[in-house]
């Protein structure tokens, strides 16, 4: 994946085609894909990103895509905005879970849809860290539940929650039973790096399956690398002169720790753990829809 044409054609995977430097930006949260977004080619066919983006949609696009049969599944991205030490975006998780949803949609296009990503998640154990958001476990649950109602209300009978952040995990899995019997839909709820194997991971990851998710360390800053560069700031980071003031050693040692991993990062492992994960989450809805 080293080579300037791997480089463009995952530009244009991620949506860019012609005018594949407007990509990262196409793609981000910040600037949410809309009408000026380039048009992705995926398979054999050509389209507008938002029309993936229940946001960016219509009420009018969206009724009659369901009125057709044509949009039958929603993914729900969940992400957080907490601490990515000192060189990512907070935003980070949300954006990455955004971003694989998107793609794997395009990919099913236009059966898929993603709903509005919830952007804060349960992150208590980084409230340490300055600019961390958390919500009580209750409440994000809460509001995961009140989308996916929505989304059945609207007809859809297949929803995957598509988790960017480690601490929404277990809670998610965890109503998964009770939230299945209550909305009687086809209903899924995984974070997107279940993708990896060992196998792949050893392959592009140097801190391996170990190093996945991580926290802001190889995995993370290289998908970042790839997909969001603008989110990753290097520029006046000095580590060793970083004063967190954590009470614990151990969370000061896997500070230290996750920052040099995050020194291994390169775009090109970004690119290819961002593939698998599209294809991965892709395989997995349309099986889903198959059951529904
Ligand atoms: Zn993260």
């Known amino acids: 994946m080293e080579s300037n044409q791997s480089r463009r054609s995952f530009l244009a995977f991620l949506g860019g085609g012609a005018a594949a430097s407007a990509a990262p930006e196409a793609f981000g949260w910040q600037s949410m894909p809309g009408a000026s977004a380039p048009i992705a080619r995926t398979g054999d066919k050509y389209i507008l990103p938002r029309k993936v983006l229940l946001w960016e949609c219509t009420r009018k696009e969206i009724r009659e895509a369901i009125e057709s049969g044509r949009l039958k599944a929603a993914i729900v991205p969940t992400g957080s905005t907490e601490q990515h030490n000192e060189h990512l975006a907070m935003i980070h998780d949300t954006a990455s879970a955004l971003l694989v949803a998107q793609n794997a949609a395009l990919r099913l296009y236009p059966d898929v849809i993603v709903a509005t990503?919830?952007?804060?998640?349960?992150?208590?154990?980084?409230?340490?860290r300055k600019g961390t958001l958390t919500l009580r476990p209750e409440?994000?649950?809460?509001?995961?539940?009140?989308?996916?109602?929505?989304?059945?209300?609207?007809?859809?009978?297949t929803i995957?929650?598509?988790?960017?952040h480690g601490g929404n995990a277990s809670p998610l899995k965890s109503q998964l039973p009770g939230?299945?019997?209550?909305?009687?839909?086809?209903?899924?709820?995984?974070?997107?790096?279940?993708?990896?194997?060992?196998?792949?991971?050893a392959r592009y990851m140097e801190s391996g399956m170990g190093g996945i998710p991580g926290h802001s360390a190889e995995f993370e800053t290289s998908v970042a690398l790839a997909a969001f560069p603008e989110?990753?700031?290097?520029?006046?980071?000095?580590?060793?002169?970083?004063?967190?003031?954590?009470?614990?050693?151990?969370d000061a040692n896997q500070d230290k720790k996750y920052y040099e991993e995050?020194?291994?990062?390169?775009?090109?492992?970004g690119e290819a753990l961002i593939h698998i994960a599209v294809d991965w989450t892709a395989g997995k809805i349309r099986q889903m829809m198959s059951q529904s």
């Open 231 to 250: 989110r990753v700031h290097r520029e006046g980071v000095d580590y060793s002169k970083v004063k967190l003031n954590l009470k614990s050693a151990d």
């Open 139 to 157: 409440t994000f649950l809460a509001v995961v539940y009140d989308i996916c109602e929505s989304l059945r209300t609207h007809g859809l009978k």
């Open 262 to 269: 995050s020194l291994l990062a390169t775009p090109e492992k």
């Open 179 to 201: 939230w299945r019997a209550k909305l009687g839909v086809q209903l899924d709820a995984c974070s997107y790096w279940e993708a990896y194997t060992e196998e792949n991971a």
């Open 117 to 128: 990503p919830v952007p804060v998640g349960i992150s208590p154990y980084w409230m340490e």
């Open 160 to 164: 995957l929650i598509l988790n960017g």
